[in-house]
């Protein structure tokens, strides 16, 4: 099993090399398996080719760093991905390309095509790992983990770090700015310090990033905004309104689905859930700061994977025991608790609406 979990979650950084230049080929209307091809190699040129085959340095062998190949490598991975796929790209549109005559079939004439660009390219990539060699780093990987990787994981990956980032994304959320555009930026973070706490976990170490990681699960419980303890709320709603958006939007709110509350209450742009959208995170990060520190996130497994989908406690359960599933439901509690007064207003309010309606 530890050789599948080996072949697959610590070698991201080499499918990120890969997917992203891919995709940004294929966007620019070049050949993205080409793209996609020639940053893996870039990838790998830059990686050093040997390894220490002893604890003490006296020994090194050919092979590849898998450090390098997982959490060490995403953001080299990231940026090579990117440099390649604008490289190649703009250089293919200045029609820098191996002419063959007509009867060279189309297909081999494709493939041949890119030769003089992927000759750059190798070249450049050579020329950046000879100079970064001189550095007190020796190579790429160490030189940017040394200094801006370093300093985004080490910012970025602290679990209340997490929590205002969060918030900010339901702040925006509240204003109508979907999550994903927040989240975008901040997803390699949380995929580096996942993959470093997955390594250790492998490796039988303590994970560096365990707070971090309990944090990042609340974060989905009930959809953004933390809604699933409002859903039970409404249930007892007085107003017809609210207990109808109850009914309707309780299941969905189990499988992390809050759009029936966010575009039914609604909670966008009402400003008498702003305080509890924006505050939610935070109250969920006392309380799993809390189960932390009394250990019951120490028997979490970070390469068990549950869909966003799946209902909190029960994927909780499964990543980490009673434990976990415990703070989970703690944590639905205290949003729901956090909710209720602005509930109660919001709904007197409808009840009040309705009843002069009727009259």
Known sequence: MNDLLA?????TALYISFAIAYHFGKNEGANGLMTGILSVASFLVLMPQVIQADPYGEYVVAGLARNFLGSDG??????NALFIGRVYTWLMSKNLKLKLPEGVPPMVAESLSPTFVSMILFAVVLAIRVLVSLTPQGNVFALLNATVGGLVVNFGGSPWAGVAVFTLIAFGWFFGIHPTAMMSVYIPVMMTVGLANTEAFLAGEAMPHLHFSAMMGIIAVGGTGGTLGLSFLMLRAKSAHFKAIGKVAVIPGLFNINEPFLFGVPLMLNPIFLVPMVANVAVAGVVVTIFYQIGAYNSMNPTVSMPWIMPAPIGAFFVGGWGMALAIL??????????????????????????????
Request: net charge neutral.
């Open 7 to 11: 072949a697959t979650s610590t070698l």
């Open 74 to 79: 995403v953001f080299v991975a990231m940026l």
């Open 330 to 359: 703690t944590v639905i509690v205290a949003q729901a608790a956090l909710y209720l007064p602005f509930f109660i207003i919001a709904d007197r309010r409808a009840l009040a609406e309705e009843k002069k309606a009727a009259e």
